[in-house]
């Protein structure tokens, strides 16, 4: 019963992450890490950006955006303990193109509307333990999973882990990030047209 809440808070967190993609979307008029923050200022956004550590059970997950001119990465570090030391199983989508399209007001705050195109989705099993889990769960329909070792699962149907189908590769996807001060926050996620009209809660902080 414990591990099986654990995966459905798991997929709960991953959900913030995952975006659908979009053919329609105009084109981007921006492509330097930059965005607009709470102010109406336009400021660099290059950085790691992570918020706290949360604990669930006998489990706990951080997770982290690290923007490096127009290059993102979301990642989720999932632990075997409740203060976020034993990592267990770690999770990144990587993105390219950054871009910022302009400002937008969502929820009486000063938005950017933010592009970008996927390139990964990796799954890496850091413990002996998940790396057990995996096998005999058989993860994205694999059985040979090797601890520390990083798996390509782009464009791979994992339902037990990212509840549905990665995205492949070379896909727009659409989002807003509100900046304050330090603190970043997105949509719970991206839509496949137009952009988001509500902010996660989560909140991000520089590092």
């Known amino acids: 019963m414990k591990k099986i809440l654990f995966f459905l808070i798991l997929i709960s967190l991953i959900s913030v992450f995952i975006s659908s993609c979009s053919s329609d979307e105009e084109s981007t008029t921006s492509t330097s890490a930059t965005m607009i923050d709470s102010t109406g200022a336009t400021v660099n956004i290059d950085g790691t950006y992570s918020n706290t550590c949360t604990a669930s059970g006998t489990t706990s997950s951080k997770q982290s955006i690290v923007i490096s ?19 267990a199983l770690t999770f990144k989508w990587t993105y390219k193109s950054l871009a910022n399209n302009g400002s937008d007001t969502v929820e009486s705050k000063t938005v950017t509307k933010i592009s970008f195109i ?3 989705t990796e799954i890496t099993p850091n413990s002996s ?9 058989s993860w994205c329909s694999k059985t040979d999973w090797v601890e520390d070792t990083t798996y390509d699962a782009t464009g ?9 189908t990665n995205k492949a590769a070379d896909v727009d996807l659409y989002d807003i990030w509100y900046l304050s ?10 839509l496949t047209t137009g952009y988001p009209t509500s902010i996660d809660s989560t909140v991000f902080s520089k590092e």
């Open 69 to 87: 001119g127009t290059s993102v990465y979301y990642q989720s570090i999932n632990y075997e303990d409740t203060t976020c030391s034993t990592e």
């Open 118 to 120: 996927t390139v990964s």
């Open 129 to 137: 333990t998940y790396t057990t889990y995996a096998n005999a769960g």
């Open 156 to 164: 791979v149907t994992c339902t037990n882990l990212t509840g549905g």
């Open 181 to 190: 001060g330090t603190s970043l926050q997105t949509a719970p996620s991206a």
